[in-house]
């Protein structure tokens, strides 16, 4: 496994190079998304053809509209196809793992993004699944210790705080990682707390909203919540502002145009930004560099910073979806 880590991108010369070249004119790479009705996906797809076009690469964009099943269809079809490379959003960690195999064997570089390959249980971010050439993602476990971190400089600490968590959809590594991060800084610091609720959503302010409402008639007096992506907390704000409830709002995923509006507002109270069109870009590198060199090595981690963001430093964390 070789780790890189980033806080932007620059496109190598070699890209550019390509980008005039015969082999970049004629190659083409896709990438299946986890699903586009995502604002975050949106902003993936938009990085990858950026990074594409700008190499002079076709790229190809599918999505499978938040299906396991259409993710595997998609993949056949690029194969078939016979794309020179293929990018994905994985939607199950675990069923991912045969995805690559297939792709392996059809001799086409592979790279996941945002999502890991392989059950989070038993394998760790940084053991990449070998047959990938590339995982590009946050360090998920890293952004729940950076909530963590902002919701110590909140929460008292003379007596015993009550958190409640806004998970995102099952099936996503992100989700157990997030709060194994959350709750593993929050015991680091030898705060006393209580996790009162955790409940799944599908990514959508609508999910977070109906969520937070449960969490709040069941415990009106909770101290905080945690949501695993800016979208949920956006619907929580207004489970919050409907109930009259003081409790903190914090969220990790940030750096959305929504959510950055919302803590400038005052309406949460702040996050962990991550850039998805970067991500985008990098994936696309990772796998220009699969092609262009196939002696590179497989089982890249690429990951990059997350930096925490309140009202006061937003201006460190530019919307990117």
Same mark, same amino acid.
């Given at each position: ?5 980033? $806080? ?39 990085? @990858? ?49 045969? @995805?690559?195999?297939?792709? +392996? ?43 963590? +971190? ?17 998970? $995102? ?6 989700? +157990? ?26 990514? +959508? ?9 449960? @969490? ?31 409790? @903190? ?73």
């Amino acid at each position: 496994m070789i780790n890189k880590t980033t $806080g932007a991108l620059g496109l190598s010369a070699g890209l550019a190079l390509a980008a005039g070249s015969a082999f970049a004119q004629d190659s083409t790479y896709g990438y299946v998304a986890g699903s586009m009705i995502y604002p975050y996906n949106v902003s993936t797809a938009q990085g @990858f053809e950026e990074a594409a076009e700008a190499a002079g690469v076709r790229a190809v964009v599918l999505d499978p509209q938040g299906d396991v099943e259409k993710q595997g269809n998609a993949i056949d079809d690029l194969i078939a196809q016979g794309v020179d490379a293929i990018g994905f959003l994985p939607l199950d960690s675990v069923v991912a793992e045969s @995805f690559v195999d297939k792709i +392996t064997e059809a001799g086409i570089p592979s790279a996941a993004i945002a999502v890991q390959v392989g059950d989070p249980a038993t394998r760790a971010l940084e053991d990449v699944y070998p047959n990938l050439n590339a995982l590009v993602t946050p360090d998920d476990a890293f952004a729940g210790e950076q909530a963590a +971190t902002l919701a110590l400089t909140m929460l008292p600490t003379d007596r015993t705080v009550k958190i409640a968590i806004v998970e $995102g959809a099952p099936g996503y590594s992100a989700v +157990t990682q997030r709060t194994l991060g959350f709750t593993r800084a929050l015991d680091a610091a030898g705060i006393s707390y209580e996790i009162v609720g955790s409940q799944p959503t599908d990514w +959508t302010p609508e999910e977070g909203e109906a969520v937070c409402q449960n @969490f709040l008639t069941s415990n009106p007096d909770i101290d905080l919540i945690f949501s695993q992506a800016d979208d949920m907390a956006l619907g929580c704000a207004r489970a919050l502002d409907a109930a009259g409830s003081d409790a @903190f709002l914090i969220a990790t995923s940030g750096g959305s145009t929504l959510g950055n509006a919302a803590i400038e507002a005052g309406e949460l109270d702040g996050s962990v930004c991550v850039k998805p069109r970067l991500l985008g870009q990098l994936m696309f590198e990772a796998l220009h560099e699969a092609v262009t060199n196939p002696d590179s090595p497989k089982g890249q981690l690429v990951s990059v910073d997350l930096p925490i963001i309140t009202k006061d430093n937003l201006d460190t964390c530019p919307a990117e979806w």
